[in-house]
């Protein structure tokens, strides 16, 4: 499996938890509040910049376990805090994936 199917799998299910978990709070309307929209795409952009440039963590991305961690965290993170800063953090994160996705379906264009 190409390892771009394998990242974009874990990705669609970490995206399927977090939606799931807006609509059980009732709170899918938050996915189109302009702070979660910015602050997703800023994040995203942020992180593959960092596979981009010079940095070690595209040879870190590599290790064994450290993908799994990363979803874990990732909903870990959204989840705790979406109970102190509200579900606006999850949003963020769905659109932080909807980004990633994006660049994956633009970077597969032009491969």
Known sequence: ????????????????????????????????????????????LGVEALFVLDTPVASLWERRGVRTASAVTLLACAGGLAVRLGPVVVAAACWGLITYFVILAVSLCYR
């Open 1 to 44: 499996m190409p390892d771009y199917r394998r990242d974009a799998g874990f990705a669609l299910l970490c995206g399927l938890a977090l939606v799931a978990y807006l609509r059980r709070a009732g709170a899918l309307d938050t996915l189109w509040a302009e702070p979660a929209v910015a602050i997703g795409v800023t994040g995203a």
